[in-house]
């Protein structure tokens, strides 16, 4: 394969409440951390799979995923880009293809991982996975009132896997890290590069907070 998959799985979970880092915390009996690198592991394209770990857990880590899938673990940092940067660090020669996927999207399936892949593959320098937005969206002011309504129809909603040729990664990485940035793409935005949207997936949901753990059991039973 010629893909690398880093897995950012550092944060505390501080949204999903008690219990321990998010990428730790049970679903269907396993972690959110083996249910995302097994589905990242099904996917053809991919030869090399990097996890950023709580760093208290990297030895944990790393025997939790030795019998689902051939993975490096390497520390996290206290912010996400800073633990993408350190997966990053640590993907081996050979992957032409970057992508970067939070663990906290357990239930991405292979599909796409192969999707966003193939757009790399197919020429697209940065890829992400959208889906329309549902809700009306409104600005609002820090007094509750309404300052105005955003054109939905321009909206998508964005999640990961991200996919990146993997020098236009490396660029965006090694450039001032935002910390208000949410996503990688956000960083390669910035180095003027294009960013193309491919179809996202419902089942690749972030687990956020407790109301997404109960989802994400619901959707456990359903082939994907
Ligand atoms: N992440 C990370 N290192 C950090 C912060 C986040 O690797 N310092 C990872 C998380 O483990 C998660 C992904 O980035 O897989 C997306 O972050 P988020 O959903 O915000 O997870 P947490 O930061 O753990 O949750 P919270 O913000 O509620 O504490
Ligand atoms: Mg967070």
């Known amino acids: 394969g010629d893909v690398a998959v ?4 550092a944060g505390a979970g501080v949204r999903l409440g008690a219990g321990g880092p998010k990428a730790l915390r049970r679903l269907g009996g396993e972690p959110l951390l083996v249910h995302a690198v097994r589905r990242v592991a099904a996917a053809p394209s991919v030869s090399a799979i990097v996890v950023a770990a709580p760093p208290p857990d990297v030895e944990a880590v790393r025997a939790l995923l030795a019998p689902v899938a051939p993975v490096i673990v390497v520390a996290g940092g206290a912010e996400r880009q800073q633990s993408v940067a350190a997966a990053l660090a640590a993907v081996p020669e050979g992957p032409d293809i970057i992508l970067v996927h939070d663990a906290a999207r357990a239930l991405a399936p292979a599909s ?3 999707s966003v892949a193939a757009a790399v593959r197919a020429g ?4 992400i996975p959208v889906l329309p937005v549902v809700d009306t969206v409104k600005e609002v002011g ?6 105005g309504t955003v054109d939905r129809s321009a909206l998508r909603a964005v999640q990961t896997p991200q996919g990146f040729r993997r020098s236009i990664l ?8 935002a910390a208000y940035l949410t996503d990688d793409a ?8 294009p960013v ?16 997404d753990l ?4 619901l959707l456990l039973g359903q082939a994907t």
């Open 6 to 9: 880093l897995v950012p799985a």
């Open 112 to 114: 796409l991982v192969e």
């Open 124 to 127: 697209s320098a940065a890829v």
């Open 142 to 147: 820090a007094d509750g009132v309404v300052l």
């Open 170 to 177: 490396a660029a965006a990485h090694a450039g001032a890290a």
């Open 186 to 193: 956000g960083l390669v935005e910035k180095q003027g590069v």
């Open 196 to 211: 193309t949207c491919v179809p996202g997936h419902e089942h690749a949901l972030k687990i956020t907070r407790p109301f």
């Open 214 to 217: 109960a989802v994400a059991e």
